[in-house]
C-alpha cells in the first residue's frame, strides 16, 4: 500500500494510494480559514481492503450497471442478474503502479493497470492510465486514458463522495446543487435506466438552478422516492463546461466539477446505515455524501441512444474531468 500527498501553494492537500488508484483525502479551507476533509474517508489506507465502499475510488472497466450482465461475452453478474462497476473485483479493489510527479504549475501521481483479457469476463488486454493532478489555482484534475489489444467496453469514473461541511455535520442536507442538464434517466427497481431520457421540466430533478439537497431528498415524486433519493444519470447540455456546482452555504466550500465526459450521475449515498465508520469516528449514515460521477450514460451498450462505449485497438480512450474548489 502506497500513499501520495499533494499540497499547492494555497495550502490545499490532497492524499491518494495506489489501491483503487483511490483519492482518500481532500482538506481545503472554509470561509474563515479552517481546514477540514470533504470527502467521506475511512480510518486508514488498509481500512480500504477490508470494506467494499468505493469511497473515492477509480472504477471500471465500466461504471454503473450493465443490465443481464452480458454484452457480447457473458460479464460478471455481481448484483443479482446484472453487473456493477465492473465486477466484483474491479478498479477499485486493484493495485495500481503509481508515479509521482512536479511540474512549475501542478503536483500529482499517474496511476497506471494492467487489466488482463476476460478479467471480469471483458475482453481484450487493456492499459488503464488515471493521472490525478493538483494546480495552484485549486483545480483537482482527473484524464482517464485506455488501450486496448481486442474489442472491448470501457467507460471509467470516479467514485468520491464530498460532504462540504467537513467533520461539522454528517449529512449532505444543508448542501446546494445544480447540474446544468435538461434531461435525465428514469431507473427501474434495480437501479437500471427504463430507456427512456426524460425532461427535468417540473421534477424535482430540475437542478439547472441551484437547490437545497434537503428539498429534492424529501421530494415526494416516484423518482426520488424509489431510490430514497438521487441516483440518477443526467445528460449534459454542454461538455467542456460546468457540468454541476456543489455548495456548502455553511462553510462557504464550493466545488464546481468541468468534465468532457455527456453524463453525470449523482448520487446522495441512499444505501449507507450505518454500516461502516469513518475517519471522523462516526458510523456513516443515509445521505452522508453525494457523489458526482462524470461518465458516459450507464447501461449504454443495451440503449444506442445512450452513446458509445466500445473501446477499439486502433482508438485510444481519453476523458478528463476538473474540480475546482473555491469559496462563495
Given amino acids: 500500500m502506497r500513499v501520495y500527498q499533494l499540497e499547492n501553494a494555497n495550502g490545499i492537500s490532497m492524499r491518494f494510494m495506489n489501491y483503487g488508484a483511490a483519492v482518500i483525502a481532500i482538506e481545503t479551507p472554509d470561509s474563515l480559514g479552517e481546514m477540514d476533509n470533504i470527502i467521506l474517508s475511512l480510518p486508514t489506507p488498509q481500512d480500504y481492503t477490508k470494506e467494499k465502499t468505493y469511497l473515492g475510488a477509480t472504477i471500471g472497466r465500466v461504471a454503473g450497471r450493465i443490465r443481464g450482465g452480458e454484452w457480447t461475452f457473458p460479464l460478471e453478474k455481481n448484483e443479482g442478474n446484472n453487473?456493477?462497476?465492473?465486477?466484483?473485483?474491479?478498479?477499485?479493489?486493484?493495485?495500481?503502479?503509481?508515479?509521482?510527479?512536479?511540474?512549475?504549475?501542478?503536483?500529482?501521481?499517474?496511476f497506471t493497470y494492467h487489466s488482463p483479457a476476460f478479467e471480469n469476463g471483458y475482453p481484450g488486454n487493456l492499459t488503464a492510465t488515471v493521472c490525478h493532478s493538483l494546480d495552484h489555482e485549486n483545480n483537482w484534475r482527473i484524464t482517464y486514458t485506455a488501450t486496448t489489444d481486442a474489442t472491448t467496453l470501457?467507460?471509467?469514473?470516479?467514485?468520491?463522495?464530498?460532504?462540504?461541511?467537513?467533520?461539522?455535520?454528517?449529512?449532505?442536507?444543508?448542501h446546494t446543487l445544480t447540474i446544468q442538464s435538461d434531461a435525465y434517466l428514469p431507473l427501474t427497481a434495480e437501479n437500471l435506466p427504463t430507456g427512456e431520457i426524460k425532461n427535468v421540466q417540473n421534477t424535482p430533478l430540475d437542478l439547472r438552478t441551484a437547490t437545497p439537497l434537503q428539498t429534492i431528498?424529501?421530494?415526494?415524486?416516484?423518482?426520488i422516492q424509489q431510490s430514497q433519493g438521487l441516483n440518477?444519470?443526467?445528460?449534459?447540455?454542454?461538455?467542456q463546461h460546468s457540468a454541476a456546482t456543489l455548495t456548502h452555504p455553511g462553510t462557504g466550500r464550493q466545488v464546481r466539477i468541468i468534465t468532457t465526459a455527456p453524463a453525470v450521475i449523482a448520487y446522495t449515498g441512499n444505501h449507507f446505515n450505518q454500516d461502516f465508520t469513518l475517519s471522523t469516528g462516526q458510523k456513516v449514515t443515509k445521505h452522508a455524501g453525494i457523489a458526482l460521477e462524470t461518465q458516459q450514460l450507464p447501461d449504454a451498450i443495451h440503449h444506442p441512444n445512450f452513446g458509445n462505449i466500445i473501446l477499439q485497438p486502433d482508438q485510444p480512450f481519453y476523458s478528463e474531468t476538473t474540480y475546482q474548489f473555491s469559496l462563495k
Fill in 83 to 110: 453487473h456493477c462497476h465492473g465486477g466484483t473485483i474491479g478498479f477499485e479493489s486493484r493495485f495500481w503502479d503509481g508515479e509521482p510527479f512536479q511540474e512549475k504549475t501542478r503536483v500529482g501521481v499517474r
Fill in 154 to 174: 470501457f467507460n471509467p469514473t470516479n467514485h468520491v463522495y464530498f460532504n462540504l461541511a467537513g467533520s461539522k455535520e454528517n449529512t449532505i442536507h444543508n
Fill in 217 to 223: 431528498l424529501a421530494s415526494s415524486h416516484r423518482d
Fill in 232 to 239: 440518477h444519470p443526467f445528460v449534459l447540455n454542454n461538455q
